[in-house]
Structure formats: structure tokens, C-alpha cells
């Protein structure tokens, strides 16, 4: 099914989809049962973000044409989300819900840092993870300091700075600075890597069976969008398989720590040098994942033209090879793990043709992602 980009709410007014996450029927043949839908007003104050849902009819998908919108920052799941809403908004008036996912979590942005919201007894797992993080990282990576936390939630600092994406989009950037941040990243990367044992710090390990799931979830997602004909589907579906038998007959590799969700809008340039944002998803494996994902959102933000003026759309596949080879000249993968690396970008661009195909101002965009074939570079 195709998801206007903008919306009415049955409580009234206009809305724009920014993100979607499509749950399925336990059935045969699978369907699309609800969509949950992340929207931004039309009028008003178009930095808060709205939880929405869209139940869906699958012999009558197009009936789903309005959101059932949830009241500003509450979520029956997160009971916690509207007391920490109220005591941000009395500190600083300002304060925003800039993320939620309905029924999973949610973000509140304020002078005194983030507040991230989640199902009660889910917070301590990602406290663990950030003191993980902090350990594994530290020494070369700024990391924002936790605050305060609780069962369902946990507050950390806010850091000066901007995101490797934002950077990108400064014109006033020239090529040599952009180069540079992306050369500071690889090498902060570079060095925080090495191997650890399989019960370093209790995380759990990301086998690359569990990458493929994720790969195939999300191809499924993509046979229901709709937009896809169901044979490119198949074929994608038979490439990641392969894609999964050529690194697994790499055989056995170090563990690192993994991100898992890397990418320009999770490293952040502050004064005191790059820092790393979000360790939700933290947990050990493949480095070579990491990159592979970078990587492929390079790419991604290339075919978005993110990176360039109205004018000049070239300009964003200029600075998209001038970042990569920055970032492979800063994290100077030795030839197998760039080998992997490569795999991985093309397994991690799979997945991304997926996610955005329930993306609506990027559905255009994401037809053309699963016709490409050359995918490490433009």
C-alpha cells in the first residue's frame, strides 16, 4: 500500500508521516495488520514529534486513510512519558518530544540533555550498555554523561555540536573540512577497536544469522509495501542470502564492540573532538558491520542529495566519494575486514531499501534504491 505523505487526524488536523513501522499478521499469507506512524504537524510547532497508529483492513487497505493520533507525549505503554514531559516543560519551556515510537520509547529534548522514555524495567539494559560504551570507547570518543535514570527512563547530558550529516549539508564547509571530519571519524574508530573475549561486559553477540533476520524482516515489509513487483523482491531476498554465505565462509572473526546502528547522524563534532550517540543496539561481533553500515548510508544520503544545493544535485555524489574514501583513509580497514565491510554495505543497503519504502516523502527515492546494482559506490 502507498502512504500519502500528509494526512488528516481524526481528532482534526493535518499531518506530515516521517516515519513508519509496519507489524504483521501471524498468518498465511503474511499482511500488514497496523502501521505505526511517528508525524509532525503541518502548522505549529513542527519540531514535536506525534505518535500515531493506523489500523489497517487487508482486503481494504486503502479505507486507512486517517491517523488515530495519540495526545502530545503520552503512550499508555510509557507511563513514564508524560511525568518526565511536565517536569522538563517546567525547567526549560522549550522542552520538545523530538521521538516516539509509539509503545516503545520516546525522546524529550531539553537545556538539561535527553530524557529517553521506555516500557518500565526496560531503562537499566541500556544503562548497562551506555557504561559499556563508556568503557570501550571512552578513551578516544567524547560520550554524553548519564545523568540520572530509572526503571523506564534514563537522562543524559547535552553535547555542543554538530552531526557528520549536518556538516555535510554546510555549504560554508568547504570539501578539505568535510574530508577532515570524516578522516577524524575513521581514525577515532580505528582506534577504539579490538578484540574482546565472547563475555566482555555481559553484551550479548549479533551473529550475522541475526543480521539476516533483521534483512529478511524488513524484505517482507517490502514484498507488503506494495511498491515493489514481488520478483525484484525475490531476487533482493536470494542476494542477501548470498550475501550471508560469502561472509560466513570468511569463517570465524574477532569480536569488537558493535554500534550496530552506525551512521552520520549518530556522531555528533563537539569541541572536544567526535562523539558517539545512541548505544541501544550495542552489542559484540563483526566490526566490519559498523562500516559496512556507514557506508551504506553514505550512499543513501547521496541518493537523497543531501549534500548539495537545488542548483548543483552533482555535488551531493562528489562529497559522498569524498567522504568515503576520508572515512576508509582514517579507519584503513586491512583488506579482509574491507572485504567484509563490503558485503555488509551491500546486505545493509538491502535493508534500508526496505525501511524507506515505509518512509512516504522517500518512497520514490527508495524504488530506485532496489533496482541499483553497484553498491559501493556512484
Request: glycine share 6%.
Amino acid at each position: 500500500m502507498k502512504l500519502p505523505e500528509i494526512m488528516f487526524a481524526l481528532s482534526g488536523g493535518i499531518w506530515r508521516l516521517q516515519r513508519c513501522w509496519p507489524s504483521l499478521v501471524d498468518s498465511q499469507p503474511p499482511a500488514v495488520k497496523r502501521i505505526i506512524v511517528e508525524a509532525t504537524p503541518m502548522h505549529g510547532d513542527r519540531s514535536r514529534r506525534h505518535a500515531a497508529l493506523l489500523s489497517v483492513n487487508p482486503l481494504q487497505p486503502e479505507e486507512a486513510l486517517w491517523l488515530q493520533l495519540h495526545p502530545y507525549g503520552q503512550d499508555a505503554a510509557l507511563p513514564a512519558l508524560t511525568e518526565h514531559l511536565q517536569h522538563a516543560l517546567r525547567d526549560d519551556p522549550s522542552a520538545v518530544v523530538v521521538a516516539h515510537r509509539r509503545g516503545k520509547r520516546a525522546v524529550i529534548r531539553s537545556v538539561r540533555g535527553f530524557v529517553k522514555v521506555l516500557r518500565p524495567g526496560k531503562a537499566p539494559t541500556l544503562v548497562h550498555r551506555q557504561a559499556c560504551a563508556a568503557r570501550y570507547y571512552g578513551g578516544h570518543a567524547v560520550l554524553a554523561a548519564l545523568l540520572q535514570h530509572d526503571d523506564a527512563a534514563l537522562i543524559t547530558a547535552p553535547l555542543a555540536g554538530r552531526t557528520l550529516a549536518e556538516l555535510g549539508n554546510d555549504p560554508s564547509l568547504d570539501d578539505g573540512g568535510l574530508a577532515g571530519c570524516w578522516f577524524a571519524f575513521g581514525s577515532m574508530m580505528r582506534r577504539c577497536q579490538r578484540e574482546l573475549p565472547a563475555d566482555w561486559c555481559g553484551l550479548p553477540q549479533h551473529r550475522l544469522e541475526d543480521e539476516w533476520r533483521i534483512v529478511d524482516d524488513w524484505l517482507m515489509r517490502m514484498m507488503l509495501s506494495g511498491q515493489v513487483p514481488p520478483e525484484r523482491v525475490l531476487v533482493l531476498h536470494q542476494r542477501s542470502q548470498q550475501l550471508c554465505g560469502a561472509l560466513a565462509g570468511e569463517g570465524v572473526v574477532p569480536l569488537s564492540l558493535l554500534h550496530r546502528d552506525l551512521h552520520d547522524k549518530q556522531v555528533l563534532f563537539t569541541p572536544d573532538g567526535p562523539a558517539l550517540l545512541d548505544f541501544d543496539t550495542l552489542a559484540l561481533g563483526d566490526a566490519a558491520l559498523d562500516l559496512g553500515n556507514v557506508l551504506a548510508h553514505l550512499r543513501l544520503r547521496a541518493y537523497q542529495h543531501a549534500w548539495c544545493s537545488e542548483l548543483e544535485p552533482s555535488l551531493s555524489f562528489t562529497r559522498f566519494r569524498l567522504a568515503r574514501q576520508a572515512l576508509l583513509n582514517g579507519w584503513a580497514p586491512d583488506e579482509a575486514s574491507m572485504a567484509r565491510a563490503n558485503l555488509f554495505t551491500e546486505l545493509s543497503w538491502i535493508r534500508l531499501a526496505g525501511v524507506y519504502q515505509w518512509r512516504p516523502a522517500w518512497q520514490k527515492m527508495a524504488k530506485h534504491m532496489v533496482q541499483a546494482d553497484d553498491h559501493q559506490g556512484l
